[in-house]
Every structure is written in C-alpha cells, then in structure tokens.
C-alpha cells in the first residue's frame, strides 16, 4: 500500500493522475472526522477525466484510517503544516487547490491564511465554526468514544448527521468509515476541533469557496454563512438542497460540479 513518511508520522496517501496529461490543476484533499481518504473516490474519476483533467491526491490524516497514530498533542496548525509535508513529499511544486470537508475545510481556511505560498484557492465542504459550543460537543464524544468505542459514534452518526435524501447504503457507507477508526485517533482529532480556535477568515486572499448542505446538522448553516462573511479575498457560497453533512457520499455529483467549476475558474482568471 502507498504510504509517504512525514515529520508527524506514516500517512497512507491515494494520488490520481489525470486521464489525459498534464495535469490541468493539482488538488489536494483533507477529510473530516471518522472518514478516510476513501470519502473523496466517489468524486475523483470525474475530476481526473476530460474536460478537468486534474491531479488528485487524497491521504489518511495522521490518527486516521491506515496512517499512523500521532505521537503529540494534533492541532489545526499542524494538520496544515502536514498537508504541505505531504504536497513536499510528492514533489508538487506549484500552487495547488484545497479542498477540506468538514474539520478539514477548517484547516482549508489555515491553510489558506498560512500557506498562500503553496495554495491558490481554497475550498470548504461544510466546515463547522469553531466555537464553545463545538468544544463542549466534542468533549461529550470523546468520553463517549473512551468509554464505549467506536460502535457508539457509528450507531448515530449515519442517519442522524445526513439530509433527508441520504440511503441506506450511504449510511452502512458511513458506517464503514467510523469503525475503521481506532478509537484513540479519532479521540485525538475530537481534541483538535474542541481545542481550535477561528482561523483569521478575514485574513484569507485566495479565491475561497464555501460549500454548505441546506440539511446540515454538524455544520449547520447559520455557521457557515457566518465563515462566509468574515472571509476575506474572492469568495462564492453555494448551499445544496437537500445535503446533510457527509458531502461526497450523500451528493458527489452536485460537488464534482462545484468543486471543477470552481477550479477552472482559478485557472483562468490566476
């Protein structure tokens, strides 16, 4: 299996070339809590194909699925930091595009204060607004999960954090993501968003876009419309009927659409 070794430890990593080269755009992806790399695979074969043709690379966060348990204390600051070690790993040397759903589209917003050096537009799935409500809530699962495993997340999550449209086979799909979780990593990532702070929103200059489900319960959207406004730089929203909180399961035609419409606007207009 593909691993890459970074200064946080071993992260299994997927990287899918365009169907025709070169590659147009190179994006790279960060998913949330409970979920793997494997949540992007329902939308890469169509970024990858004509007309888009973009790189995709996707990778287990540290504490998550096949990568390594963390050896310190995460933050969103060094999940930032590992999202470019992995970009330095595979010798990507331009600009690329982040995309980050749901606490990764919390680092989105890090990484696109941070590391404008190495990012050049920036995409947020449904990312929560970090605040003492968010922490008080992940706290509660962190006990939950050290008490009772990772069975009791996965007993609620799947049909109480997705939309109205959402089916049994993308529940037993979300499912599958949550117990493949060792339960120490995924305490470990509830302790960085119960822990983070507001990124600098306004401080962003890249083309930023916010994508929020109408049904989403995790990242409800008052939230994100607030993220939103305090953005700074080039920003579209674009909120989808319907969608819950798991993104790419519930609706992956509606965000390959927006995610490749927006990524060929920043190639033409950067």
Known sequence: MPYLTIPSGRIFYADFPPKDSPARATLIFHHGLGSTHAFYRSITPALTSPPHNFRCITYDTISSGL????????SIQGLAQDAIEVLDALGVREKAIFVGHSMGGVVAS?????????????????????SPTVKTTFEGRVKVVE???METMADVIPTGATGSKSTPLQHAFIRTLLL????????????????ASPPDYAAIKMPTLMVAGEEDKSAPLAGCE?????????KSMEVVKGLGHWFCIE????ITGLIGAF???????H
């Not at 990568?67 to 995460?74: A, H, R, T």
Request: net charge negative; aromatic share 2%.
């Open 180 to 195: 493949s979780q060792r339960p120490e990593g995924y305490c470990s990532m509830c302790k960085v968003m119960g822990g």
């Open 110 to 130: 890090e990484v696109a204060v941070a590391k404008g050096d190495r990012i050049k537009g920036s995409v947020m799935l449904g990312p929560p607004l970090p």
């Open 147 to 149: 008490e009772g495993g």
């Open 251 to 254: 609706d992956p035609g509606s």
């Open 67 to 74: 990568s390594d348990l963390p050896s310190q204390p995460q």
């Open 226 to 234: 607030e993220i939103f406004q305090k953005t700074g730089g080039e």
């Open 263 to 269: 990524v060929e606007k920043v190639i033409q207009t």
